[in-house]
């Protein structure tokens, strides 16, 4: 990464990719010397995928099964992040725990985006546990990813409001809408941040 080259950001998910969306739009809107470069998929199914192709960004699908073992997954999708020269590593919606390989490659450039206020209702289903559990509050919190999860440094959080005629369909516009305005800015702060300390 050096100041004057544009930082080369991937985006890994699994299924819808409303976030993904958000992200490519606005880093196609705003003033950042930045763009997402790669979109890496670990379901060839998912809709992500034609998202990616409508919006013009280059993208992989895997299948994790038809490897030997997470190692060597990662090891796939380790080339070809490097392949294409990727800096940054966000994941927006990647039901995924994320190992060594990728982790040991990428320290602190992984960024992850989880729709509750962590450490509350971590895992797969944090707004269907929030529903659930009665909470009169829930969010949505951007995070540095490590070995565990939905853990690791916090770098933003915003709450949301479950209020008594909310349905969980309802609670998940609400968090969505927030995670794509927030996940844009929090990834491109932490770019200029980065792009300061390598300057
Ligand atoms: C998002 O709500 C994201 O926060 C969540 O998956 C959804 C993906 O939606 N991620 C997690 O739960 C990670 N533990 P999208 O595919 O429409 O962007």
Redesign the pocket.
């Known amino acids: 990464m050096t100041k004057e080259q544009p930082v080369r950001l991937a985006v890994f998910?699994s299924?819808?990719?409303?976030?993904?969306e958000a992200i490519v739009r606005a880093f196609q809107t705003d003033q950042i010397n930045a763009e997402v470069a790669l979109l890496v998929c670990d379901r060839p199914d998912a809709f992500?995928l034609k998202r990616a192709e409508t919006l013009g960004v280059p993208s992989v699908a895997f299948r994790p099964k038809s490897f030997d073992s997470k190692e060597a997954y990662e090891q796939e999708v380790l080339d070809h992040l490097l392949g294409a020269s990727i800096d940054l590593v966000v994941?927006?919606?990647?039901?995924r725990i994320v190992g060594n390989t990728l982790l040991k490659a990428y320290p602190n450039k992984l960024m992850?985006?989880?729709?509750s206020l962590l450490p509350r209702y971590p895992?797969?289903q944090?707004?269907v546990d929030a529903f659930e559990d009665g909470a009169t509050q829930t969010g949505?919190t951007v995070h540095i990813v490590d070995e565990g999860i939905?853990t690791g440094p916090i770098l933003a959080q915003e709450t949301v409001a479950i209020e008594p005629d909310d349905t969980i369909e309802s609670l998940e516009r609400k968090?969505?809408a927030v995670?794509h305005e927030l996940f844009p800015k929090v990834i491109q702060t932490y770019i200029k941040k980065l792009q300061k300390e390598h300057a």
């Open positions: 998910a299924g819808s990719g409303s976030n993904f992500v994941l927006a919606g990647y039901m992850n985006i989880h729709p895992g797969k944090g707004i949505v939905d968090i969505h995670e």
